[in-house]
C-alpha cells in the first residue's frame, strides 16, 4: 500500500488536482461574490408594486416588500418555530423618521395593491407612498382627488424639472464663471500691488482696468441673483397635498418632486423603460441625500481620470527604471540591492504612500508651487492641499514597481540574437532599444499597466490624505481656463463605498447604493483592463518575436 501511495506521490497527479480544485474554490467564490454584488445592485433599479397592509391593531402599512427573513426562536420564548416577517420600505422618512419598518406575519390582517397609490421620487427625504389630496397654486386649489391631481401632477412635474435644470446651469455655470472672472481679477490686482510697493503710471492704469472688469462682472452677478430669485419663485409656486396610508397629511412643493410614479399600474414595458431611466441616472447624475440616492457620475470620471493621470506617470518612470537595470546598468552588488528595494517597496502598506504623498507632494511639492507661483493666493493653497495630480502621482509612486518589474520580465524574454542583429547591421545602442527590444517588450510592459491600473483604481487609504473627497463641487475638467484643473479635489468609486457604506447617518437606505457603486467600480477595473489586454494582444502579434 506504502508502494502505491509513493507512485501515486511520484506520479504528481494528486497534486495537479489539488491545484485544479483550489482554483475552482477560488474561481466559484469569486463568481459567488459577482453574483451577490449584481443581484443586490441590479435589483435597486427595478419598481417594484406597492403593497398596504392592514394590521390587527387597524394601523396600516404601505410601501415595497424589500425581503423577508424567519424570526430566530428565543431560549425564554414560547413563540413557535418558522415565524417570519416581512421587511417593508415605507418611504416617507420625513413623516416616520426611517425608510424601513418590519411587520410580523401573524399581524397582518389583508394586503393589496391598490392602483391609485403614488410614488414619488423626491430631491430630499427619500420617497414618498402616499395618494393624492389636492394640487396647490399658493393658496389656490387647482385639483382636488386623487385621479384630478394626478392628471394635473405630471405636467408640473415636468416643468419644475426643467426650471431646476435652468437654475442649476445658472448657479453652476453662469455664476460660477463670473465668480471666476471677478476672482482671477483681484488676484491680478493683488499680484501688482505686490510686486511693486509703489505702482507706476502704468500698474495704476492695469489696476483700474481690473477693478472695472471685477465692477462690471459684480453688476452682471447682480442680475443673475434677481433672475435667480425669480425663478425659484416659480419654482416653489406649486404644492400637493399629499395623505398616507393612515391619512396623515404631508404638503410637498412640487419642485422637490423628481417623478411620479403608479408602479401598480404599471405594465412590464413600462417597467422595463424606468429601469433603464433609472440605470441611466445613477450613471449620469451627480448624488443626493448623503450620497445615498442620485447618481455617482463625478466619481465614475474622477475615478477614470485619476487611473489615466497614473498610467501616463507610472509608465515612462517605470520603463525607463527597468531598462536602465535591465539593459545599462552593471550588474552587481548595487543593482541587487535595488531590484530587492524595489520588490520590498511592492508590499510597503498602501496608507504609507499615503503619508508620503501628503508630507512631500503636497506639503513640500505643492507649497513650494504656491510660494513660486501663486503668491498672491496665500494663504489659500492652490497645490498645497489635495487634488487629483497629487493623488495620482501617489498611486503612480504606489504601483511603480509593479511596471518595473513586469518591464524588466518583457526585456529579458526579448531574445538575444534581436539585439545582436540590430548592433550587426550597425544600428546603435540607443536605436536598437528604440525601434528592436521595447517594441518587443511592449506585451510585457501592458501587463505590468494592467496590473497597475487595477490596483490604484481600488486603492482607497491613500486618497483620503491626497484629494479624495465626499462630494466634489466641480469636476477637474471643464470649460473655463485652463480647462484641466489639477488641483481641484476629486471623487472616487472605492472612496464613495467606503462613505455610503460606514459614514452613512442612514446605513439601510444606504446599502443598495454600496452594492451599485461597487458593480460599477467593477466594471470600469474590467474595461480598463480589457482596453489594455487588447491593445497587448494586438502587440504579441505584431511582435511574434517576443515570447510574452
Known sequence: ????????????????????????????MVFGL???????????????????????????????????????????????????????????????????????????VSQAYPTDVVLLERRE??????????????????AEGNDSG???????????????????????????????????????????????????????????????QVADAESRYQEKTLELDTLRTQFNEYSALMVDANGREKQIPIGQIIRALRPNEMGLMHKSWIYLTNVW?????????????????????????????????????????????????????????????????????????GVFGLGFFVYAVGGTLDQLFFPERLPTPTFGTGGILWASLTLALLTVPVVIVSTEEGLA????????????????????????????????????????MARAAGEVAPLMLTGVVKLAPSLPIDGSWPFLHFDRKFMHLGFHIYDVGFQSPNVEAAKPMVYITTLVLITVVVLLNLTAIVLRNHLRKKYAGSVL
Open 1 to 28: 500500500m506504502r508502494t502505491s501511495f509513493n507512485n501515486i506521490l511520484a506520479s504528481g497527479n494528486i497534486f495537479i488536482w489539488g491545484c485544479a480544485a483550489g482554483v475552482s474554490v477560488s474561481l466559484l
Open 34 to 108: 459577482l453574483l451577490l454584488i449584481a443581484i443586490n445592485g441590479l435589483g435597486y433599479f427595478w419598481t417594484s408594486d406597492i403593497v398596504e397592509l392592514t394590521l390587527k391593531d387597524q394601523q396600516r402599512v404601505m410601501g415595497q416588500l424589500a425581503g423577508r427573513e424567519v424570526i430566530p426562536r428565543s431560549v425564554t420564548s414560547d413563540r413557535p418555530e418558522g415565524k417570519s416577517r416581512l421587511r417593508v420600505k415605507i418611504g416617507n422618512r420625513d413623516i416616520y423618521g426611517l425608510d424601513f419598518k418590519w411587520v410580523n406575519d401573524d399581524q397582518v
Open 125 to 142: 427625504w427619500g420617497n414618498m407612498y402616499a395618494r393624492i389630496k389636492a394640487i396647490y397654486k399658493g393658496e389656490t386649489l387647482q
Open 150 to 212: 394626478w392628471i394635473a401632477l405630471a405636467p408640473l412635474i415636468d416643468s419644475t424639472n426643467a426650471l431646476h435644470q435652468r437654475i442649476t446651469r445658472i448657479e453652476r455655470v453662469e455664476i460660477g464663471a463670473m465668480n471666476a472672472d471677478i476672482e482671477q481679477a483681484r488676484l491680478k490686482i493683488r499680484a501688482l500691488e505686490m510686486n511693486a510697493s509703489t505702482p507706476d503710471t502704468r500698474d495704476r492704469g492695469k489696476i483700474e482696468s481690473l477693478k472695472a
Open 281 to 353: 441616472d445613477v450613471l449620469s447624475t451627480e448624488p443626493r441625500e448623503a450620497n445615498t440616492e442620485g447618481g455617482i457620475f463625478p466619481a465614475i470620471f474622477g475615478t477614470v481620470m485619476m487611473v489615466i493621470i497614473m498610467s501616463l506617470v507610472v509608465v515612462p518612470f517605470g520603463v525607463l527604471a527597468a531598462l536602465y537595470l535591465r539593459e545599462y546598468a552593471r550588474q552587481g552588488v548595487m543593482v541587487r540591492l535595488v531590484r530587492i528595494a524595489v520588490n520590498n517597496l511592492a508590499g510597503v502598506p498602501s496608507i504609507v504612500f
Open 413 to 452: 524574454a526579448v531574445p538575444r540574437e534581436f539585439r545582436e542583429g540590430s548592433l550587426a547591421l550597425g544600428a546603435t545602442k540607443l536605436e536598437t532599444m528604440l525601434k528592436v527590444v521595447i517594441p518587443s517588450a511592449l506585451p510585457g510592459i501592458l501587463t505590468g499597466l494592467i496590473l497597475a
